[in-house]
């Protein structure tokens, strides 16, 4: 088994076969790249089902991931998806950024609109999704390139859904906020900034309420994109590769992939799978010991 420098690489059951000749070690971790081909991928989210669900952004689809299997297309004519996030019942939210609004899919697939407009103005592109285990969900509406010339809206936002599907906005953003992660606990927001290479961190009370911002990260290597935390609330940040902080902002480590990362997850029956997006390309790294956070 081999280990990288801090003794963390896994040696996790193959549940997910690489492609022939994409075997890639990297400073000591293993990065193999399970599916590649596809558009522009984004927004990986585990199930507690047993599968995983991402983004191919330009092909307008949501892809489903079974161990063991090849990916088919879950949903079609998406509304231009990028970040998702399974709540606590196992329902998928879903950023449409080309549609300009945020989703929520039942059981059967069929989708229920949360939020599309702000004080009577769309939404600019919501772009990624994070949701506390009692309902509170958080997410981000930057607007890139061609979604910036039809925005309603003077400002980047984030916003808060709340369970009672209350539409709040958190903050005004000089920067486009691009990622969105909490922490191990559910009191901590994490929004990256992908112009000002930035990661602020927020308080969040038990019901929900945002206070306290803060930079945690200043000058990240890279434009940071999705987040994740895992058990021991590190930061995994979506960058040039992965980027791992601890939760003071320490620069721990780095997982490099050859190419930007646009989102991560955790996944795999022990959650201590970590699935990248990249480009036109999937990648899975095993981690011992950091499975996912739980909220």
Same mark, same amino acid.
């Given at each position: 088994m081999r280990r990288t420098r801090s003794g963390l690489l896994a040696?996790?059951?193959?549940? !997910?076969a690489p492609l022939a000749g994409q075997d890639q070690p990297a400073e000591g971790f293993r990065v193999d790249k399970i599916e590649t081909g596809l558009r522009y991928a984004e927004g990986p989210a585990w199930s507690r089902e047993g599968f995983l669900i991402f983004s191919d952004v330009p092909a307008d689809r949501l892809l489903k991931l079974v161990p063991g299997q090849h990916p088919v297309t879950w949903k079609e004519q998406a509304g231009g998806p990028t970040g998702n996030a399974f709540d606590s019942q196992g329902r998928l939210y879903s950023c449409q950024a080309r549609a300009r609004r945020v989703v929520r899919y039942d059981s +059967? &697939? +069929?989708? %229920?609109?949360?939020? %599309?407009?702000? #004080?009577?103005?769309?939404?600019?592109?919501?772009?990624?999704? @994070? @949701?506390?285990? /009692?309902g509170h969900a958080y997410f981000t509406d930057p607007a890139f390139g061609y979604q910036a010339d039809t925005r309603e809206l003077d400002f980047y936002g984030v916003f808060h859904i709340t369970p009672r599907r209350e539409l709040k906005l958190v903050a005004k953003s000089a920067g486009r906020p691009n990622g969105v992660a909490l922490s191990p606990n559910g009191r901590i927001l994490y929004i990256s900034d992908s112009d000002q290479k930035a990661i602020r961190?927020? /308080?969040? /009370?038990?019901?929900? #309420?945002? =206070?306290? #911002?803060?930079?945690?990260? =200043?000058? $990240? %290597?890279? *434009?940071?994109? &999705?987040?994740? $935390? /895992?058990?021991?609330?590190?930061l995994y940040v979506a960058a040039d590769g992965i980027a791992v902080y601890s939760s003071q902002g320490k620069l721990l480590e780095t997982i490099p992939l050859g190419e930007p990362a646009s989102n991560c997850a955790f996944g795999g029956a022990e959650g201590q799978a970590l !699935?990248? $997006?990249? &480009?036109?390309?999937?990648?899975? *790294?095993r981690l011992e010991g950091r499975g996912a956070a739980r909220h």
């Open positions: 040696a996790l059951p193959l549940l !997910f +059967k &697939g +069929k989708p %229920e609109v949360l939020a %599309e407009q702000w #004080e009577g103005k769309r939404l600019n592109a919501p772009n990624d999704i @994070v @949701v506390r285990n /009692d961190a927020y /308080d969040l /009370d038990g019901k929900g #309420e945002v =206070s306290n #911002e803060r930079v945690l990260v =200043s000058g $990240t %290597e890279g *434009v940071p994109g &999705g987040m994740r $935390t /895992d058990s021991q609330g590190n !699935f990248i $997006t990249a &480009g036109a390309s999937l990648y899975l *790294v």
